[in-house]
Each structure stands twice: as structure tokens, then as C-alpha cells.
């Protein structure tokens, strides 16, 4: 199982950014998908959580209404949506699968985890 999630980069506070978690050898199909950042000298906590089929979905309070998870499982892809970024979203991003939604919930911990994309937002 491999995943890689891109679409980091710089951006000014308020601006947006779209992640894109893609998977190689494998069908999304069968996994829920979480997507966990990690900051400078913090902890790594959970940001949002899909399940297989799209139509269960959780985020953190502290990107509730400015963050947006969905999927393509016809492009074996899984997004997420940031707008109205602040300085303290910067983190390197996470996505990880998991057969089982429950384990890719907030505090749970996945199976499987890709490489990370560094998102960066200057104040």
C-alpha cells in the first residue's frame, strides 16, 4: 500500500490549497482515508477522516468550516479542501488508510501512511 499526498506549498493567510492524497498499486475502494498534519515541535493530531464510500466524513474543531474532505475513487484519489488558512494550519500534511473508518478517525491511529507535504502560511 502507498500513498503519497501533494499539493503543499506557500500561501498567505486566507488563501487556499487543495491536498491530494493518490494511491499506487492499490484501489482506494477498499480504505478510509484520514488526514493528520504534524507542526514544528507539536505533537501529530488528526485534521479529517473520510470513510470508503464518501458519505461519512469528521474534522477537527479547529478546521471545521474552512477545511473540506471528499474523494474520486474513479481517480483512486482523495482531496482535501483548505481554504481561510491561518499561520497555525502550517504542518506537514499526512493522508493514511485504513480498512476501517473508525481507525482513521480523529485519535485513532491507521495502517497506512504516505510521505508528507509541507504546508507552509505566512501571516
Known amino acids: 500500500v502507498q500513498l503519497q499526498a501533494s499539493g503543499g506549498g506557500l500561501v498567505q493567510a486566507g488563501g487556499s490549497l487543495r491536498l491530494s492524497c493518490a494511491a499506487s498499486?492499490?484501489?482506494?475502494?477498499?480504505?478510509?482515508i484520514g488526514w493528520f498534519r504534524q507542526a514544528p515541535g507539536k505533537e501529530r493530531e488528526g485534521v479529517s477522516a473520510?470513510?470508503?464510500?464518501?458519505?461519512?466524513?469528521a474534522y477537527a474543531d479547529s478546521v471545521k468550516g474552512r477545511f473540506t474532505v471528499s474523494r474520486d475513487n474513479a481517480k483512486n484519489t482523495v482531496y482535501l479542501q483548505m481554504n481561510s488558512l491561518k499561520a497555525e494550519d502550517t504542518a506537514v500534511y499526512y493522508c493514511?488508510?485504513?480498512?476501517?473508518?473508525?481507525?482513521?478517525?480523529?485519535?485513532?491511529?491507521?495502517?497506512?501512511w504516505g510521505q508528507g507535504t509541507l504546508v507552509t502560511v505566512s501571516s
Open positions: 498499486g492499490f484501489s482506494l475502494d477498499y480504505y478510509a
Open positions: 473520510i470513510s470508503r464510500n464518501g458519505g461519512s466524513t
Open positions: 493514511a488508510a485504513d480498512p476501517s473508518y473508525p481507525r482513521v478517525r480523529i485519535g485513532a491511529t491507521p495502517r497506512y
